[in-house]
């Protein structure tokens, strides 16, 4: 099959990662070509996910699809890229309807339109105007900062790289009493162990 692949869809982009699971790159325009093959001739009858990854320093996102045999036995990650700028790929759904929901959950977590899902309305956001929110682009810091005042005030308004680091340098601190803790037990037992000078003299602490 990883043959037939590469020689028809012009692509040495074939990875063996597991023997129940492998990758394969094409072009944008050839994706849905190689999905209908998996599906047709070879039993790859369940999409388990769409995922999208930012590659924002090469200008594009990289999409998968995630198809799995009807016997569970092997998985097939298809990717494709497309840009970001104009963010479009075809809906998967009239192959697998149950891509709405996949596609509805890029389109608003990375602005991704899908041609041909009729219901891309609101997932998990409510009202959402701003870049969406797992583009690269999208400062979560800023956000909270310019839009939200609920922690103005508070104690626990924390830095968070800095609490977690002060918290990291305590975790260590403690583990290495307690080490040197345990290192003075084991040598008080050695030396309770060991004959006094007064019983060597005496023989008894042979």
């Known amino acids: 099959m990883n043959t037939l692949i590469r020689n028809r869809f012009g692509t040495d982009e074939i990875e063996v990662k597991r023997d129940d699971l492998s990758k394969v790159t094409v072009v944008k325009y050839r994706v849905f070509e190689l999905i209908h093959l998996l599906v047709e001739q070879y039993g790859y009858t369940t999409l388990n996910a769409i995922t999208c990854a930012d590659w924002i320093e090469e200008g594009h996102f990289a999409i998968t699809y995630m198809l799995t045999t009807r016997a569970r036995r092997h ?108 290192a003075l037990k084991t040598e008080e037992k050695e030396e309770a162990s060991q004959p006094s000078a007064a019983q060597k003299e005496s023989g008894h602490g042979k």
């Open 75 to 182: 998985t097939f990650m298809v990717q494709t890229m497309i840009g970001r700028e104009e963010a479009k790929i075809d809906s998967l759904t009239m192959l697998f309807p149950q891509a709405e929901i996949m596609e509805r959950d890029l389109h608003e977590m990375y602005g991704i339109d899908f041609p041909g899902n009729g219901n891309l309305v609101e997932l998990s956001l409510e009202n959402w105007v701003h870049t969406p929110p797992l583009r690269r682009e999208f400062d979560t810091l800023a956000f909270v900062n310019e839009l939200h005042d609920f922690r103005e005030g508070r104690d626990d308004n924390l830095d968070v790289k800095a609490e977690m680091k002060r918290l990291r340098a305590l975790k260590k601190a403690a583990k290495e009493a307690a080490a040197k803790k345990e």
